[in-house]
């Protein structure tokens, strides 16, 4: 990653920025939630949570924490990844708090991580990897424009890589 953490990131109703000790609860409340942990392996348990969660959660390069009105509501990385089996060297993941969805936030807010991304690694790729069951992980890279490189089996359920930016199928891994 570049210097990081780069300026926060405005959209028209979000601000993607840099974890604060504030978020802290939200972000237990994230990793414990059973809806958010339904295709990420479950939800963590609280206990352990509230005793190993840093005073300033996910400080570290490629977290965003996707912020509406000052209140943390779900988070974004951009991760690198072994280009192996990855299709791209960089891999977007994202978690919103179950009362976020179906606002469109998720959607604004990758979208704003992709274009900060992509001005900063001009030419690179973006994989997203989520399991076909997960709707509406599935409706957000169509939404963001991912484009599907494979399927594969893995972690007991069917998975979906795709690519962002588009690539033509002749130039896929």
Same mark, same amino acid.
């Given at each position: 990653?570049?210097?990081?953490?780069?300026?926060?990131?405005?959209?028209?109703?979000?601000?993607?920025?840099?974890?604060?000790?504030?978020?802290?609860?939200?972000?237990?409340?994230?990793?414990?939630?059973?809806?958010?942990?339904?295709?990420?392996?479950?939800?963590?348990?609280?206990?352990?949570?509230?005793?190993?969660?840093?005073?300033?959660?996910?400080?570290?390069?490629?977290?965003?924490?996707?912020?509406?009105?000052?209140?943390?509501? /779900?988070?974004? +990385?951009?991760?690198?990844?072994?280009?192996? &089996?990855?299709? %791209? $060297? #960089?891999?977007? =993941?994202?978690?919103?708090?179950?009362?976020?969805?179906?606002? /469109?936030?998720? +959607?604004?807010?990758?979208?704003?991580?992709? &274009?900060?991304? %992509? $001005? #900063?690694?001009? =030419?690179?790729?973006?994989?997203?990897?989520?399991?076909?069951?997960?709707?509406?992980?599935?409706?957000?890279?169509?939404?963001? &424009?991912?484009?599907?490189?494979?399927?594969?089996?893995?972690?007991?359920?069917?998975?979906?890589?795709?690519?962002?930016?588009?690539?033509?199928?002749?130039?896929?891994?």
């Amino acid at each position: 990653m570049p210097d990081w953490p780069p300026a926060p990131i405005k959209t028209e109703r979000l601000v993607l920025r840099e974890s604060e000790p504030r978020d802290r609860p939200a972000f237990i409340e994230l990793f414990a939630s059973p809806d958010v942990g339904t295709y990420i392996g479950g939800p963590r348990p609280r206990d352990e949570l509230e005793r190993t969660t840093a005073d300033v959660p996910g400080r570290r390069p490629g977290l965003f924490v996707v912020d509406l009105g000052g209140a943390l509501i /779900g988070m974004i +990385t951009l991760d690198p990844r072994d280009p192996k &089996g990855h299709a %791209a $060297e #960089t891999e977007i =993941g994202y978690l919103f708090l179950p009362e976020a969805w179906g606002h /469109g936030y998720a +959607t604004e807010a990758c979208t704003a991580a992709l &274009g900060w991304f %992509a $001005e #900063t690694h001009p =030419g690179e790729r973006v994989a997203l990897c989520t399991q076909t069951a997960n709707a509406g992980s599935m409706r957000l890279a169509a939404k963001l &424009g991912f484009t599907e490189v494979e399927r594969f089996e893995a972690y007991g359920a069917p998975q979906w890589l795709g690519v962002w930016p588009s690539v033509e199928p002749s130039r896929r891994p």
